[in-house]
């Protein structure tokens, strides 16, 4: 257990570092030696075993002290108001790879307008709020469903398709969304709708810098701890929704649409319920990036944005949970450490996708076998007894 | 009154006639064998009956008629099958894969898997049991394997861990396409002892079997119904069947014999 920690507490010290070390020499030094680690445990099987097991028999202790590392992070970073928010950004981050994943990794239903219904759901608010003066929380939550809802719409005239139709049709969608922003009056047009009201928690606006234990972090920081509860609770349903007959119903179509069928699946029933939960994620991410940077214009949901979103499902891993939380965490800071990437995000994360489907296509952290979180063995369910029992879970 | 029957069953991929107004059917706990020469319509006749593909003609199955429902729904009235070529999913778990099959019996939904774990689990863990019972009719090491991806497993598992999840549904007809396809002869054998437990084991459920085998067909069903160019030819006992002129004039006259080395 005291072994997990150490683990998780080493790389994040050297997180940390890396992110916050001015000078090109101690940039260098921390990333080599975050390689130099990483190489070791994957070169030596014996030493990535260690871990592998002690990760998996102290799984608590590990997310205990994951979740601890991921609180005390804005203290480390409070010189720094730049970093919060770009931690904050890999949260967000998070919550969209799990709702895609949701529809690509568990489901197949492929989606290539997650910037798009992330835009749903940060103009929902933007409008809700400027627009028609509700309340900032109350636009919040409307948003998420706004975007949901537009998806099943959108998804319900091709439910017959089948393939990759659906694809070309997100795409489609993502590009009319933009044309739309950019052109209503409405939504204002190319300057988008500014001065979005912030929220407000027990009377503690989320612009105000916050006091921790006699700390003052940067404004920012009240972001972070809320989109690190958004990402939470948003992974945890993700992977409840994973271990479950839905996940295996989703699994099962994505694998082989007539097995399913003729199993007594609706596959148009699960797949618009598999693209409603996602969109719901997204939505909920685009509706939180919207109140947080207080506007919303149309760049910031065009189609590059999809693709991020996506690099980030496939670089983690499809249908791997951990995985969708690595990628984001990966991903998103990468580029904006090493400024002279950022001019060629796109290019960097189309690098990952193909060099990821060439060499590791099932990702960094693949989906292992589902196990409903039960954490027996296969040989204890089939114990005797159990056969005079007739066939069938419904007695 | 049987348990399942169709009326002029016909099925036309534009100018071909796939199945050609057949009438056949199956006794409640009867095996009936269906044979036919390459390309005669039996995949085609079991996709019709399973919705997959559409057909005109009558089925009736439990006193009520089919036609015009979804897959999906004709599974949940009580028909189950397996395929020619292997459709498993290959990536997920041996446990996976036969759970699947209990779909239509699930009562836990959405709101179980994220807000009401207990009841979820508790009967995830009693679909796990049937699971395991079901592999264990046919080999107990399934039972071990339980989580392993089933693309571990070798060709006849594989075909055990198909009938499973047929059987998963608690179906009152199993469609078998041609089980032993793929299999080599002591698999044959293996799979045919397999066969038998089932029969033994459910006793009121309905089989129909493909086979080119007519080793299997004849160790497995009394009943025979054969098919050339999508009309039924025959109908009787396998002895009855194989004598027929007309069935033995199908397989010579394309160069295979009854023994039936022909195989998809
Ligand atoms: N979806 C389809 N579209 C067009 N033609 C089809 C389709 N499915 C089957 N056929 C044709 O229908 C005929 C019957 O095919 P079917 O697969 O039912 O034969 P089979 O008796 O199962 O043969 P085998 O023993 O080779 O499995 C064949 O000529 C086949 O090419
Ligand atoms: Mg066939």
């Given at each position: 257990m005291i072994g997990v920690w150490a683990v998780e507490l080493g790389l994040f010290v050297l997180v940390v570092a890396a992110l916050l070390a001015e000078r090109p020499i101690a940039v260098g030094l921390t990333v080599a030696a975050i390689g130099i680690l990483l190489l070791a445990a994957r070169t030596s099987p014996r030493l990535w075993g260690w871990v592998a097991t002690a990760f998996r028999t102290h799984r608590a202790a590990a997310l205990a002290g994951a979740a601890v590392l991921a609180l005390a992070l804005p203290f480390f970073l409070r010189a720094s108001p730049y970093w919060t928010f770009v931690a904050t950004m890999a949260l967000i981050y998070v919550t969209i790879g799990q709702g895609l994943n949701v529809q690509m990794g568990t489901a197949g239903v492929i989606n290539l307008a997650g910037a798009a219904f992330a835009g749903l759901g940060g103009y929902t608010v933007g409008l809700l709020t400027v627009r028609l003066g509700f309340a900032p929380w109350l636009a919040f939550a409307i948003g998420p469903l706004v975007a949901m809802v537009v998806g099943a719409l959108l998804f319900i005239p091709i439910l017959k398709v089948r393939g990759h139709y659906l694809a070309l049709v997100t795409i489609a969608f993502g590009f009319i969304f933009n044309i739309l922003m950019n052109n209503l009056e409405f939504t204002g047009g190319p300057q988008g709708i500014k001065n979005i009201p912030t929220l407000r928690l027990f009377g503690h606006a989320f612009t105000t810098a916050p006091t921790l234990f006699g700390v003052t972090l940067p404004s920012h920081a009240n972001f972070y701890y809320a989109a690190l509860a958004m990402a939470a609770l948003v992974t945890w349903l993700a992977w409840r929704l994973y271990n479950s007959w839905v996940g295996l119903t989703l699994n099962t179509l994505r694998d082989d649409e007539i097995a399913a069928k003729c199993s007594g699946v609706s596959v148009t029933r699960h797949k618009l319920l598999a693209f409603s939960i996602g969109n719901l994620f997204v939505g909920l991410a685009g509706a939180f990036y919207a109140v947080m940077v207080g506007f919303v214009s149309p760049p910031d949901f065009d189609f590059g944005y999809s693709l991020v979103m996506l690099s980030v499902v496939i670089l983690g891993g499809l249908d791997s949970i951990p995985g969708v939380v690595l990628g984001a965490c990966l991903l998103i800071p990468l580029p904006e450490r090493f400024r002279m990437l950022h001019e060629y995000r796109l290019l960097l994360y189309g690098a990952a996708i193909v060099l990821m489907l060439l060499f590791r296509p099932r990702g960094l952290w693949p989906a292992g076998v589902r196990r409903y979180g039960l954490g027996s063995p296969a040989g204890s369910f089939g114990a005797a007894g159990t056969r005079a029992e007739g066939v069938g879970v419904s007695r | 009154m049987s348990l399942f029957a169709t009326r002029g069953l016909t099925v036309r991929f534009g100018g071909l006639t796939a199945v050609d107004h057949v009438d056949a059917g199956v006794e409640e706990g009867e095996t009936l064998g269906l044979i036919g020469p390459n390309g005669s319509g039996k995949t085609t006749f079991f996709?019709?009956?399973?919705?997959?593909?559409?057909?005109?003609?009558?089925?009736?199955?439990?006193?009520?008629?089919?036609?015009?429902?979804?897959?999906?729904?004709?599974?949940?009235?009580?028909?189950?099958?397996?395929?020619?070529?292997?459709?498993?999913?290959?990536?997920?778990?041996?446990?996976?894969?036969?759970?699947?099959?209990?779909?239509?019996?699930?009562?836990?939904?959405?709101?179980?898997?994220?807000?009401?774990?207990?009841?979820?689990?508790?009967?995830?863990?009693?679909?796990?049991?049937?699971?395991?019972?079901?592999?264990?009719?046919?080999?107990?090491?399934?039972?071990?394997?339980?989580?392993?991806?089933?693309?571990?497993?070798?060709?006849?598992?594989?075909?055990?861990?198909?009938?499973?999840?047929?059987?998963?549904?608690?179906?009152?007809?199993?469609?078998?396409?041609?089980?032993?396809?793929?299999?080599?002869?002591?698999?044959?054998?293996?799979?045919?002892?397999?066969?038998?437990?089932?029969?033994?084991?459910?006793?009121?459920?309905?089989?129909?079997?493909?086979?080119?085998?007519?080793?299997?067909?004849?160790?497995?069903?009394?009943?025979?119904?054969?098919?050339?160019?999508?009309?039924?030819?025959?109908?009787?006992?396998?002895?009855?069947?194989?004598?027929?002129?007309?069935?033995?004039?199908?397989?010579?006259g394309r160069g295979s014999g009854t023994e039936g080395s022909a195989r998809a």
């Open positions: - | 996709n019709a009956v399973t919705g997959l593909v559409p057909a005109t003609g009558e089925v009736v199955f439990r006193g009520a008629p089919l036609p015009g429902l979804e897959p999906h729904q004709i599974c949940r009235r009580g028909i189950a099958r397996t395929f020619q070529a292997s459709r498993l999913c290959l990536g997920l778990s041996v446990f996976d894969n036969v759970l699947i099959g209990m779909h239509t019996h699930v009562r836990c939904g959405l709101l179980e898997a994220l807000f009401r774990r207990a009841r979820m689990l508790s009967e995830v863990r009693q679909a796990l049991k049937q699971a395991a019972h079901l592999l264990s009719l046919f080999n107990a090491d399934l039972v071990d394997r339980g989580f392993d991806p089933v693309g571990a497993l070798p060709q006849i598992d594989r075909r055990r861990v198909e009938i499973c999840r047929a059987l998963a549904a608690q179906p009152r007809l199993l469609l078998l396409d041609e089980p032993s396809a793929g299999m080599s002869p002591e698999e044959t054998v293996e799979l045919m002892k397999d066969l038998q437990i089932v029969r033994e084991e459910m006793p009121g459920l309905s089989i129909i079997i493909i086979e080119h085998d007519m080793f299997v067909i004849e160790g497995v069903s009394r009943r025979v119904v054969a098919f050339n160019y999508g009309r039924k030819i025959a109908e009787g006992t396998f002895a009855e069947v194989a004598r027929n002129e007309e069935v033995r004039e199908a397989y010579l």
